[in-house]
């Protein structure tokens, strides 16, 4: 009796020892695995980051803004995951395999040959099934981010939608897009229901036999029922780890597609490393041409645009008038050479172009923050004298009383600002900045008369190189150079020199005049 509560003691004792030891195991598997998910973490994240800082600035503009986000959520939550969650299971699972295996071997070896054959089948079926949905899992995945895509588009624009009478329309395309996603999924499901049914039969059959093998092996007295009981348990972990192959197939190659897009996005051009500088003179363009999408939209530019003057840029709509002003700032890469006063574009860093030139669209960029970060991006406070001039120059000064908190509101889209208020704050803001160029595209589309004039004044009186696209014949006359962009050329002009002469010209100037256009169909 006291021998065999010695033996209970024994046990219990090795028993809790064990325990404590899988606890430890665990506490500082667990503390390794955080430690690394928090660094991947970090490290993938800052990673994406810098590269999204660094990115050329022409390429910047051709990324889908939607693919950068899902690069930056989906995508990195999956490659994360993966080592937090699925690499660990993974391991576990070869481990668990492993183990069991050696054990079956050692009770009994035929057993072990089948369980090895088995495990070989399994794994068979499962490397096919992960080749099989490697092409597929892509498929879906793509399929399921422009389904995410037209989703959000009509929860964000659904009040234009509905003014416009397109909900229909909308509805199909998400609908179209469902069917193909759906059918995807269904291939997807098909190679899934395939391993599941081949694993089950390979389950299902293994209990007679390995009981009928035990048998045997037991009326030889080469078994006791204790080691086949231990086998059959042995037979459960393998064959329910290794129907687990196939989910974790699937979850390589998500990790696989994540991975994938990430490094696509990592390898994309940066901005060469190239000292920052000042800029000062005049913008020279040199047997300029420029292309895009292997067309031609302008070629052979020769001119000579002077520091501190003021320029129209007119054309008709597709003559290259936007392409000229963003090839400027650096959005897209042509032939020839841009000077700004002795300096090649091509030689100085993106930074320095950002940081003298200024590039003001017809649709502008506002962030959800008040009208005075929006204009100072919180450089200054609402005293400062700079403040206050841009505000005037810009017919902002008089309309701050209509903001329930003048400088202060913040803009959302609930702030119901006109189009005309948000031409304005985005002048504004470019005249804050204090850059030497000034190119607007279309930005006075949404003004009153009354106040374009003014604005329009205002400009005239500042000393900085101003471009400006337009086909707005009360922005025309104001400026006595005229960029006349026609036949992919550009040609620089006087408005004396073609108002009565060029019939083209006068064509645009006419139709802006809001005259009938029949005489020149």
């Known amino acids: 009796d006291n021998n065999l509560s010695t033996k209970l003691i024994v046990i219990c004792i090795f028993l809790f020892t064990i325990n404590i030891f899988k606890s430890l195991v665990n506490f500082f598997r667990n503390k390794i695995v955080s430690k690394f998910k928090v660094q991947i973490n ?37 490659f994360i995951s993966f080592f937090d969650v699925e690499l660990i299971m993974l391991f576990d699972l070869v481990f668990v395999i492993i183990f069991a295996i050696k054990n079956t071997f050692n009770l009994n070896y035929a057993i072990g040959i089948y369980f090895s054959i088995i ?20 498929e879906t995945v793509k399929a399921n981010e422009e389904l995410i895509f037209l989703e959000n588009n009509l929860i964000k624009n659904i009040r234009m939608i509905k003014m416009y009478g397109k909900e229909e329309e909308e ?15 269904e291939k997807m499901l098909k190679g899934t229901v395939f391993y599941h049914i081949f694993s089950h039969i390979l389950n299902i059959s293994s209990v007679p036999i390995v009981v009928t093998i035990g048998g045997i ?28 192959l196939e989910e974790k197939y699937r979850e390589i190659n998500q990790f696989y597609i994540a991975y994938k897009n990430l490094e696509k996005f990592i390898n994309l051009p940066e ?59 650096g959005m897209y890469e042509y032939t020839g050479e841009i000077f700004i006063g002795d300096k090649n574009l091509k030689d100085i860093n993106s ?42 120059i810009s017919q902002l000064y008089n309309e701050l009383p209509k903001f329930n908190k003048r400088v202060n509101t913040i803009i959302n889209e609930n702030s119901n600002l006109s189009g005309g208020q948000k031409q304005r704050i985005a002048i504004a803001r470019a005249l804050y900045q204090d850059k030497k160029y000034l190119l607007f595209d279309d930005t006075f589309s949404k003004l009153d008369y009354i106040t374009k ?53 006068k064509k645009i100037i006419d ?9 020149y169909e």
């Open 271 to 329: 901005d060469a490393e190239k000292d920052q500088c000042k800029l000062e003179g005049n913008i020279i363009l040199k047997n300029v041409s420029i292309y895009i999408n292997n067309n031609i939209i302008l070629k052979n530019l020769n001119l000579v645009l002077k520091q501190g003057k003021k320029y129209v840029l007119v054309g008709d709509n597709g003559a290259g008038k936007s392409v000229l002003l963003k090839t400027i700032l």
């Open 119 to 138: 495990i070989l089948l399994l794994i068979t079926a499962s490397i096919i099934y992960f080749k099989k949905s490697k092409h597929i899992t892509e």
């Open 42 to 78: 970090k490290n993938v994240r800052e990673k994406i980051l810098a590269k999204t800082e660094k990115i050329r600035y022409l390429n910047f503009f051709e990324i889908d803004k939607n693919k950068v986000i899902q690069r930056t959520t989906v995508d990195i939550n999956t």
């Open 171 to 185: 509805k199909r395309k998400f609908l179209d897009k469902s069917k193909i996603y759906n059918r995807k999924k």
């Open 217 to 244: 092996f037991i009326a030889t007295k080469q078994l006791s029922f204790g080691d086949l009981a231990a086998i059959l348990q042995y037979r459960g972990d393998i064959l329910e780890k290794c129907s687990k």
């Open 511 to 519: 139709i802006s005049k809001n005259k009938l256009g029949e005489e």
């Open 453 to 505: 004039n003014k604005i329009l004044d205002n400009l005239t009186k500042i000393e900085k190189t101003i471009i400006i696209a337009t086909h707005d014949y009360q922005v025309i006359q104001k400026f006595e150079n005229v960029l006349l962009a026609k036949d992919k050329k550009v040609r620089l002009l006087t408005n004396n020199e073609v108002t009565k002469k060029n019939d083209y010209y």
């Open 351 to 392: 930074r320095t172009i950002i940081n003298e030139v200024c590039l003001v669209n017809q649709e502008n960029y506002l962030f959800n923050t008040s009208i005075l970060e929006n204009i100072t991006f919180g450089k200054v406070g609402k005293n400062d004298i700079k403040f206050s001039n841009v505000l005037k």
